[in-house]
C-alpha cells in the first residue's frame, strides 16, 4: 500500500534563505508526484507535476526533483520570501491503485520578514 | 472560467442530519473527484467519476454517496451525519490525456462541523 511521509511537519526560515522541503513515497510505481501548495482556509494550488519519466521541473523560484529509485523528491524554493508561507504538500499519482492521489501531511512553512 | 466552484463554504450539521455538498466545474473534466482533509492531515479521497453516470469508491467512502448525471456537477450526500463527518471537503477535476499527465484542479473547499 502506497504511504507518503513529509519531513518536516513545520519548518521556519528568515526571508531570503534558500530551504528544501522533502517527500518520500513506499512504492515507486507511479504515473506522476506532484507538489500542491496550500493557503490557511483555501482550496490547493498545483505548482509542479513530475511524470515518472521525469526527473525534475522548475516553475519560477521552485524545482522539484524525483528519484523514483529511492522514492523520493525534493521540492527547493530559492531566495525564500514571506508570501511563501503556506503548507506544502506532496502527493503521488500510484500505479496500484485506480484513480487516487496519495497524499502527505503536508510541511507548514513560515518566512519570517 | 470560474474552474472548480464548490457550496456551501461552511455548514454545521447536528447528528442525524443530512446535506448535499455541491460542486461543479466548467472546464468540461470528464474527471472529477471528492476528498476530505482533516485538521493536520492529507487529503484522503471519498468517491471519483471518470465520467457522466459513473462512479467508484475512494479509500473512505463509507457514510457518503454520489452521483453524477452531467459532466459539469458531482455532488457529495452525506446522510446521518456523523461528527466524524467534520472535516473539509475539497472537489477536484482533471482531464488526464495520460495518467503521468493527470493533473488535478482543486476548489476551495466546504468546511464542515457536525456537533
Known amino acids: 500500500k502506497q504511504e507518503v511521509t513529509q519531513i518536516p511537519a513545520a519548518l521556519s526560515v528568515p526571508e531570503g534563505e534558500n530551504l528544501v522541503l522533502n517527500c518520500s513515497f513506499t512504492d515507486s510505481a507511479i504515473y506522476n508526484l506532484q507538489w500542491f501548495r496550500q493557503d490557511p482556509g483555501k482550496g490547493l494550488t498545483s505548482l509542479l507535476l513530475i511524470q515518472s519519466s521525469q526527473r525534475e521541473q522548475t516553475s519560477g523560484r521552485l524545482n522539484a526533483s524525483l528519484d523514483k529509485s529511492s522514492g523520493r523528491s525534493t521540492l527547493y524554493i530559492a531566495a525564500s520570501q514571506p508570501g511563501d508561507s503556506a503548507t506544502y504538500l506532496c502527493a503521488v499519482f500510484s500505479r496500484d491503485s485506480s484513480y487516487k492521489l496519495i497524499f502527505g501531511s503536508g510541511t507548514r512553512l513560515l518566512v519570517r520578514p | 472560467n470560474a474552474g472548480v466552484t464548490q457550496t456551501p463554504k461552511f455548514r454545521i450539521l447536528k447528528i442525524g442530519q443530512s446535506m448535499t455538498l455541491q460542486c461543479t466545474q466548467d472546464?468540461?473534466?470528464?474527471?472529477m473527484y471528492w476528498y476530505r482533509q482533516d485538521p493536520g492531515m492529507g487529503l484522503k479521497l471519498i468517491y471519483y467519476?471518470?465520467?457522466?453516470?459513473?462512479?467508484d469508491k475512494g479509500e473512505v467512502p463509507n457514510g457518503y454517496n454520489v452521483s453524477r448525471s452531467t459532466t459539469e456537477d458531482f455532488p457529495l450526500r452525506l446522510e446521518l451525519a456523523a461528527p466524524s463527518q467534520t472535516s473539509v471537503y475539497f472537489c477536484?477535476?482533471?482531464?488526464?490525456?495520460?495518467?503521468?499527465?493527470?493533473?488535478?484542479?482543486f476548489g476551495p473547499g466546504t468546511r464542515l462541523t457536525v456537533t
Open positions: 472546464m468540461n473534466h470528464n474527471y
Open positions: 477536484a477535476s482533471s482531464y488526464p490525456l495520460d495518467r503521468g499527465r493527470d493533473e488535478q484542479y
Open positions: 467519476s471518470v465520467g457522466a453516470g459513473i462512479t
